[in-house]
C-alpha cells in the first residue's frame, strides 16, 4: 500500500470522447506525476505538477492536460479520445522537498474503442 | 530524447537459478531507480542508486550502477517463484527534468518452482 489511490480503476470510452481520471496523493505529497504505460512498455512520462503548477512536460500533445487542487488531488483530462490513447495510466506523488522517493498508484486502465 | 534500453525483455528460468538484467543508456542520469511491478499495480520502488560504481544490496538482489552513471544491472541469486514479475529501471537525469522518469520497456521475469 503506498497510500495513493486512483479512480476510476477501468473505463472504456470510444474515439472522440473526453476522459478525466483522478488521483489521490499521499497526504503532505506536493508534486504529483503522470505516466502513461502500454501494454508490453515502461511507463513514459506525461507530465508532473507541483503546487498546482505544471512543472515539467514530456512529449504528449496538448490534449493532455491535468490539474493539481489545493488538497494535492490531481486529475489528468484527455480530449478527443484516439486508439493509441489505451492503456494504463499511473500517478506518482512525493514529497519534493523531503524525498527522491515516487509513490505510485495502482493505475486506471483506460481502453478506446 | 533520453532513452533507456533494458534487457532482456523476456526472462524464465527454474527456482535457485541466477539472473541479470541490464539497463543500458548514451545518456547520464543523476539517479537510477529499480522498480518491481505486479498485475493490476503500480510500479514499486526497490532501490535508488545515485553515485557511479555503487552497489546496493537488498537481501538477494544486488543492484549496480555504472561508473558513468549511464548503466545499471540488476542480479539476483537463487531466483524463487516469488520474484515473478515486471522489472522496470527508470533514470532520473536531475536538474531541471528532476524527478521526471525515463523508463526502460522492462523485463518480465517467471520463476518456475
Known amino acids: 500500500e503506498t497510500g495513493v489511490t486512483q479512480s476510476p480503476t477501468h473505463l472504456i470510452k470510444t474515439r472522440g470522447q473526453q476522459v478525466t481520471l483522478r488521483c489521490s496523493s499521499q497526504s503532505g505529497h506536493n508534486t504529483v506525476s503522470w505516466y502513461q504505460q502500454a501494454l508490453g512498455q515502461g511507463p513514459q512520462f506525461i507530465f508532473q505538477?507541483?503546487?498546482?503548477?505544471?512543472?515539467g512536460r514530456g512529449n504528449f500533445p496538448p490534449r493532455f492536460s491535468g490539474l493539481q487542487f489545493p488538497n494535492y488531488s490531481s486529475e489528468l483530462n484527455v480530449n478527443a479520445l484516439e486508439l493509441d490513447d489505451s492503456a494504463l495510466y499511473l500517478c506518482a506523488s512525493r514529497d519534493i522537498t523531503h524525498t527522491d522517493t515516487q509513490y505510485f498508484g495502482p493505475g486506471t486502465r483506460l481502453t478506446v474503442l | 530524447t533520453q532513452l533507456l534500453e533494458q534487457s532482456p525483455q523476456f526472462l524464465s528460468i527454474q527456482e535457485g537459478e541466477n539472473l541479470t538484467v541490464y539497463c543500458n543508456s548514451s545518456?547520464?542520469?543523476?539517479?537510477l531507480q529499480w522498480y518491481r511491478q505486479e498485475p493490476g499495480e503500480g510500479p514499486v520502488l526497490l532501490v535508488t542508486?545515485?553515485?557511479?560504481?555503487e552497489v546496493k544490496k537488498l537481501k538477494r538482489l544486488t543492484f549496480q550502477f555504472g561508473d558513468a552513471r549511464k548503466d545499471s544491472s540488476l542480479h539476483i541469486t537463487a531466483a524463487q517463484p516469488g520474484d515473478t514479475g515486471l522489472y522496470l529501471c527508470?533514470?532520473?537525469?536531475?536538474?531541471?527534468?528532476?524527478?521526471?522518469?525515463?523508463f526502460g520497456q522492462g523485463t518480465i521475469l517467471t520463476v518456475h518452482p
Open positions: 505538477y507541483y503546487r498546482e503548477e505544471e512543472n
Open positions: 527508470a533514470g532520473d537525469a536531475g536538474g531541471t527534468s528532476y524527478g521526471k522518469l525515463t
Open positions: 542508486v545515485v553515485t557511479g560504481g
Open positions: 545518456s547520464v542520469f543523476s539517479s
